[in-house]
């Protein structure tokens, strides 16, 4: 098993993770780090931030001479902004009224937070709560994505809608989905793109934001991850990761709504051997890839809807709490859109939860043990 701990504010010095129990032996390769990295920052309808951040990992321990060695990985990322705040987030800052938030952005963390844990300045509660952890956590999920690769398994991300804009996805398809990405909304339908940008625009315009769907798409797990056992079952455990990630507030594994309204012969994945493979495979994969809790060897499919992000320019009715007035909630900035940026967070957080599935089925100290294992439990699955 694997568990990490993460830590950092959104205006503090960085951020950063321990991760224990990854195997021994696995290649890091800091470029596809990186590279998903800056994959979170971009996106079209990112906020200001974006452009004081370089979001690059810093690894301090755990790895040497480019390969775990079986003991905790601890992580960094710096926030540039830092210096821009360090008055008011130093540890011993001397405390000040300057950026005090009173006025408290509905669907966001500032008045829960601020209520339950008796703080003077919602700043407090925000920092920790900003979706700026979500650049530790991608680092994470992208080194349990580089131990999954060792046995094949790989992951893809897209936008399938911003607010009421739908792509037409083609499932059937994943390569059609992964070359037809653009680089601004991860989006492989280019008509809907058109109408996305534009809708981010007059949001944008109108000081107001959106949400959508960001999915996933996970290829090459195996049959036989998870368990009917109610706090292992996989599509359980993904959905409880998904739904953590800030604003994602509802989660589903393939068609997992739409099945909702059809009769069964529309929905369950009927089955067939392919004698060429030695396995067993479905003409649909309405389902997500999992049953029963338990992958089932298609593709795992995993659609996460996004509630419009909270902060607007044009504000929403709220209170001063020091007051008790009507005010507007309050501004400094923010993005617009952030679902392509999403969407590799949720990949990252598949990731962790698939991997973690794998080394509970398969254990492993080190990755050759860890691949040794997969490998013969494939070639029993031929067997069946
Ligand atoms: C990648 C990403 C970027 C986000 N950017 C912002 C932002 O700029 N402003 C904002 O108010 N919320 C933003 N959010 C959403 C808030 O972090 C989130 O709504 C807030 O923490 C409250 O949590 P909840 O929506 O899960 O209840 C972002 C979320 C994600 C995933
Ligand atoms: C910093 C990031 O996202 C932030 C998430 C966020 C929020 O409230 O969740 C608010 C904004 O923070 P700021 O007010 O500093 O611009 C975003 O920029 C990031 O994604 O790296």
Not at 148 to 161: D, I, M, P, Q
Request: glycine residues 8%; neutral net charge.
């Amino acid at each position: 098993m694997i568990s990490y701990l993460d830590a950092g504010e959104s205006h503090g010095n960085c951020l950063c993770a321990i991760i224990d129990g990854l195997p021994a032996g696995l290649n890091i390769d800091v470029n596809f780090i990186n590279n998903l990295l800056s994959l979170r920052q971009s996106g079209y309808g990112r906020g200001g931030r974006q452009k004081i951040e370089k979001d690059k990992i810093e690894i301090l321990s755990g790895v040497r001479f480019g390969q775990t060695i079986g003991s905790p990985i601890t992580l960094k990322i710096a926030n540039n902004d830092y210096k821009n705040w360090q008055d008011i987030m130093a540890p011993f800052a001397t405390y000040t009224n300057q950026k005090q938030v009173t006025k408290p952005r509905p669907g966001h963390v500032d008045l829960v937070g601020y209520l339950k844990y008796d703080r003077n300045d919602m700043r407090d509660c925000l920092e920790r709560s900003s979706a700026r952890q979500t650049a530790i956590r991608v680092a994470v999920g992208a080194i349990c994505e580089l131990c999954l690769k060792e046995v094949g398994v790989n992951f893809y991300n897209f936008v399938s809608a911003i607010g009421n804009v739908k792509a037409n996805i083609d499932y059937s398809n994943v390569d059609e989905i992964k070359n037809n990405l653009d680089n601004e909304l991860l989006c492989p339908d280019k008509n809907a793109l058109v109408e996305m940008k534009k809708i981010i625009d007059y949001a944008s315009q109108n000081g107001d934001s959106l949400g959508g769907v960001a999915e996933v798409i996970v290829e090459g797990v195996v049959a036989g991850i998870g368990s009917y056992k109610w706090d292992k079952k996989l599509d359980a455990r993904i959905a409880l990761a998904v739904m953590s990630v800030q604003a994602i507030k509802a989660v589903s594994i393939g068609e997992g709504v739409e099945n909702a309204f059809k009769y069964s012969s529309q929905v369950q994945d009927e089955i067939f051997y392919d004698s060429q493979t030695q396995t067993y495979k479905r003409f649909t994969n309405r389902l997500g890839g999992i049953e029963g809790g338990i992958s089932n060897g298609e593709n795992i499919i995993v659609k996460a809807y996004m509630k419009p992000i909270p902060t607007t320019r044009k504000g929403l009715r709220s209170v001063d709490v020091k007051t008790k007035e009507a005010q507007l909630s309050t501004y400094e900035r923010s993005d617009v859109c952030a679902t392509s940026a999403a969407s590799v967070v949720i990949r990252a957080a598949i990731a962790f939860e698939i991997l973690n599935a794998y080394l509970e089925k398969f254990g492993g100290d080190c990755i050759n043990e860890f691949k040794t294992n997969v490998n013969n439990y494939k070639e029993y699955l031929k067997t069946k």
